[in-house]
T-cell receptor, first 113, second 113 residues
Framework: NAGVTQTPKFQVLKTGQSMTLQCAQD?????MYWYRQDPGMGLRLIYY???????DKGEVPNGYNVSRLNKREFSLRLESAAPSQTSVYFC????????????FGQGTRLTVV | AQSVTQPDIHITVSEGASLELRCNYS??????LFWYVQSPGQGLQLLLK??????LVQGIKGFEAEFKRSQSSFNLRKPSVHWSDAAEYFC???????????FGSGTKLNVKP
């Protein structure tokens, strides 16, 4: 089982460039999430999507946009990258019920120079 | 606001020694509680979860955690640590009705031979 797949695994951007991080899950989950992980700060929620066609802001949405393309895919876009967006980005998904956990991808390490 | 606190940033234990990682949460009701482990360069893997019932839960790799409502804590324990347990450990709270998971800042475990 592939689970949650993120691409790319590594990326270096120049300040001001744009890029899209891709995420796909094959577990038929309704809910999907984007987190960023920074040293000493754990994982912070950027955006989430409770179902296809819906997205909501998390704790740190500024500078990001998302698209829930279909039930499987949830992309994260940086329109104009800034050094403060250097981070490791994780996509996750979960079922839409009470006793469930989030399943994570392997992460994308993004460096903005 | 909901929060998850892991007071220990780094912990070093000797191989074979016991381990306890602390986690406290702040939330108005009993949330769903999780412990995840992250090996270097990897995604997050679920160790165990608590939703209701028995307050002592068993997980993978010999880990267990105890939910204490009176202390708003969900501490992770292992009786005898192995070198392969060296990793970063994250406590998380799940808020099902809001489709969100909140993470602590993590505890890095170092295991001495």
């Amino acid at each position: 089982n592939a689970g949650v797949t993120q691409t790319p695994k590594f990326q270096v951007l120049k300040t001001g460039q744009s890029m899209t991080l891709q995420c796909a899950q094959d577990m038929n989950h309704n809910s999907m999430y984007w987190y960023r992980q920074d040293p000493g700060m754990g994982l912070r929620l950027i955006y989430y999507s409770a179902s296809e066609g819906t997205t909501d802001k998390g704790e740190v949405p500024n500078g990001y946009n998302v698209s829930r393309l279909n039930k499987r895919e949830f992309s994260l876009r940086l329109e104009s990258a800034a050094p403060s967006q250097t981070s490791v980005y994780f996509c996750a998904s979960s079922e839409d019920r009470m006793n469930t956990e989030a399943f994570f991808g392997q992460g994308t390490r993004l460096t903005v120079v | 606001a909901q929060s998850v606190t892991q007071p220990d940033i780094h912990i070093t234990v000797s191989e074979g020694a016991s381990l306890e990682l602390r986690c406290n949460y702040s939330y108005g009701a009993t949330p769903y509680l999780f412990w995840y482990v992250q090996s270097p360069g990897q995604g997050l893997q679920l160790l165990l979860k608590y939703f209701s019932g028995d307050t002592l839960v068993q997980g993978i790799k010999g880990f267990e955690a105890e939910f204490k409502r009176s202390q708003s804590s969900f501490n992770l324990r292992k009786p005898s640590v192995h070198w392969s347990d060296a990793a970063e450990y994250f406590c998380a709270v799940g808020l099902w009705n809001f489709n969100k998971f909140y993470f602590g800042s993590g505890t890095k475990l170092n295991v001495k031979p």
